[in-house]
């Protein structure tokens, strides 16, 4: 019994530690896909703060989307949304929120209370992936959920270009779109590149994402809070209005 503890004590201590280091130990930007930046020296941090655009990044305890603003330009680069029936320049939208995750649990638990076995067997496991977007209105910045990144256009427009290459098809005949699955009204499911592993779930791929923009985050983000605290930590504090993730 004494031995068996011993080696959960171990095991908890490498567990804090390895959470300890992904967040301490800073993931620089380097051109992660093939093409995103022709020259290493356009890897820089982004411009001065109130340049360009500000995106959001929109937490839940386990979650988190990108908050892309609204402009003629965006709404031209996801035109395949208008096709498959959400119209981003309909009234009232001001964001696109941008999310990627595994195919059961995203799609099949909408909240906690829809949890089932499967789809988190396949999220503890090994999962298609999917990318789920969605429009939304104002956002309050003030909202504990909420964290404002600023960023100059050239930022800006690696973000959006990674965004949308992990889109499967957006190269080809366009996104393919899960058909019949959504949240709501203004939400849609299309297939995405990769797979999906909790350990290397959700959170890790918006790290991606806003590496790709130029940012420093933590090796190991595995969840809002850890990736929130890295980029404060790594990143200078002009680049964010930030608001704690919610607890």
Request: hydrophobic residues 45%; negative net charge.
């Amino acid at each position: 019994m004494l031995k068996a503890g011993g080696y959960l004590a171990r095991l908890c201590l490498l567990m804090l530690l390895t959470i300890g280091l992904g967040t301490l130990l800073p993931r620089p930007f380097f051109a992660e896909r093939i093409g995103v930046v022709a020259d290493p020296a356009d890897a820089a941090l982004p411009g001065p703060a109130g340049a360009g655009q500000t995106v959001f990044l929109v937490s839940s305890p386990i979650h988190t989307d990108l908050a892309l603003p609204l402009s003629p330009d965006l709404a031209k680069r996801f035109g395949f949304l208008t096709a498959d029936g959400l119209d981003p320049s309909q009234p009232g939208v001001s964001y696109i929120i941008a999310g990627w995750g595994g195919r059961s649990f995203y799609i099949e638990t909408p909240t906690w209370s829809d949890l089932k076995p499967g789809p988190l067997y396949r999220a503890l496991t090994i999962d298609r992936a999917v990318m789920h977007v969605g429009l939304a209105g104002a956002i309050d910045r003030a909202h504990p959920t909420v964290m404002a990144i600023n960023l100059d256009v050239p930022a800006y427009e690696r973000l959006v270009d990674a965004v949308l290459a992990d889109f499967t098809g957006i190269k080809a005949a366009g996104p393919m779109v899960v058909a019949g699955v959504a949240y709501g009204d203004y939400d849609l499911f299309y297939e995405a590149e990769g797979w999906f592993n909790a350990a290397i779930g959700c959170n890790l791929w918006t790290a991606r994402m806003l590496r790709e923009a130029g940012l420093q985050t933590g090796w190991w983000t595995p969840v809002p809070s850890l990736l929130a605290a890295s980029l404060r930590l790594h990143n200078p504090a002009d680049r964010f209005s930030y608001s704690p993730v919610a607890r």
